[in-house]
């Protein structure tokens, strides 16, 4: 009798893992502003982040082995009411977005002390709890409107971290430009959304893609159209309008920026694919609106001109944002290829991009803690004082450029492949070309620390001796720098796990 | 100084004190007749500030804060918050999906009816903290 109970109860719990993930953060954090002691906030954000964490891996479970899972809030069922939709695409990104949180989480401890002000700390750990609402939210969700809701969660709680940077003026500034940029974004979206209202009367993400192929000729959908992408590639930060970023990421506490680099610009990039190949259709966003013809050349023109710029960058966090806009190239290349071979390829880049970007800010964090600046001349020898920081920087670049047994290495492969699937030779040309750049600009960072000379001037500004990081902090930055050599080494279950979450992605809402 | 200068506005200060236990009165009007009537927690929250706002404009914030400390308004912004959370999280324990009202009461109807009055409830704290304080946080400033 009991175990049958047990076993309900564990269905049960099964059944509102959907909700449960976006619910507990969302009720963590107004806690830790009732609670408002720094340890306890922090204890809740990284046990908090773990637990989403494993809710996610066992939601990515779940719907590897069987059909996406719908669940229906509030019990209204899915045109009527707002719907969650986990296929293999979002699970992949919950567990990308709540794992990066975790480990961060846990590394923020001693580098927040250093960079905020104490009394704030409870306060900088709801807004963080909260980001990760939203960027969950986003991720989950099939609603449109409820999309652009989680949208505004994470942004707003994203610019209140960025303000929180230590270095005021420039903070406020980032945060302010990001403010801008980010709403005029959000808007865009929004105003697209309530266009397919007008065309549809649905706002389900299945409901639209059932109708919008009705009126898929009427100019309102166009319309609707042109505002989402635009308003999303804002948001992730491509090419042309990627001038919020490198401000926003060189400012913010380091530990923010270890966690934006790997998450938020990677949900809006899955936002992009769950409405251009579903609630559009691939056929219409590709054959009809003929996407690949802007989206491909703004992705080249983004990866070759920024990984340029990034060498030219003295500030170790600056250079890091422009590989990172470079990098959104990639993804955002092989997603316009609009073929399973490219969608997979952009969804093991957004995972491992993810990861070792979240490693590389949180390495330069570890530096930044010790040195309190990370510019590029102050790096001099540097692995002689801190060598844990230092390789693990030099690992994580490499993993960036993309050498064999690296997880940078699976992605530029599948990328390179899914081009030569489609016969674009010369997109494979250039994406070795930029993995090129790469090497110049990861190979400075790795000059200057290991192989520059300490001169005379250097040696007097900086009198005291400079130990490794604390320990939680370098501990976790390996940490995920282990998960992405795992993934690296052990590719082969991860690539057909993305495949088919492509095949999934392609094929539509089932 | 200040003194001297709010002593002058004593018609707006007896008149005030006659309006701000109707101005409550109302946001609570708005607030539980919300799932009948036009209204609901973003409505009443905000009128329900107006009336501490009306008082710390012509009292003088200072006297305000005391009534209305800025600590207790950031519990109330959690609480409420909290509070919304908390019937979602009450009726998934009682067999229902999240926010699924229906479970709350014996009959669904009256389930519903109970719901939508919590969390409009929490709505309703919430914004009245969050439009005070933000009141309180610009009201400081000083130039």
Known sequence: MSAVVEMSVMEQVIHHLPALIIVLPLMIAPLCVIFRNRIVAWSLTAVTSGICAVIAACLLILVKNGAPIHYALGGWSSPSGIEYYIDISNALILLLVSSISTVVSVYSLHSVDQEIPREKHYLFYTAWLLCLTGALGIAITCDAFNVFVFLEISSLSTYLLIALGNERPHSFMASFRYLIMGSVGASFILLGIGFLYAATGTLNMQDLSERIPLVAESRTVIVAFAFITVGLLIKIAMFPVHNWLPNAYQYAPSAVSSFLAGTATKVSIYVLMRFMFDVFGTNYSFSQMLLSNVLMPLAVIGFILMSVVAIFQTDLRRLLAYSSIAQIGYIIAGVSMATQAGLSAAMIHIVNHGLIKSALFMATGCMLYRLGSVHIQSLRQLISSMPITVSAFAFGGISLIGLPLTAGFISKWNLITAALEKDWWWLAALILVSSILAVVYIGKVIQMTCFSPITTENNQSSGQVISEAPTLMWVSTWILLLASLYLGINSEDFVALTQQGANQVLGGFK | ?143
């Open chain 2, 1 to 143: 100084m200040m003194q001297k200068h709010q002593q002058r506005h004593e018609v707006l200060q007896v008149i005030s004190k006659l309006l701000i236990p109707f101005i409550l009165l109302f946001a609570l009007y708005v607030q539980f007749h919300g799932d009948f009537g036009p209204g609901g927690g973003f409505q009443a929250g905000v009128i329900f500030a107006s009336a501490f706002i009306l008082h710390g404009l012509i009292f003088g914030v200072t006297k305000t804060r005391k009534v209305l400390p800025a600590q207790a308004l950031k519990t109330g912004m959690a609480l409420g918050v909290l509070l919304y959370a908390g019937t979602g999280v009450a009726s998934l324990f009682l067999g229902g999906n999240f926010l699924d009202y229906s479970v709350l009461a014996h009959d669904p109807l009256h389930g519903q009816h109970w719901g939508i009055f919590t969390i409009e409830l929490g709505v309703g704290l919430t914004v009245t903290c969050v439009m005070i304080i933000m009141f309180y946080s610009f009201s400081l400033r000083v130039r």
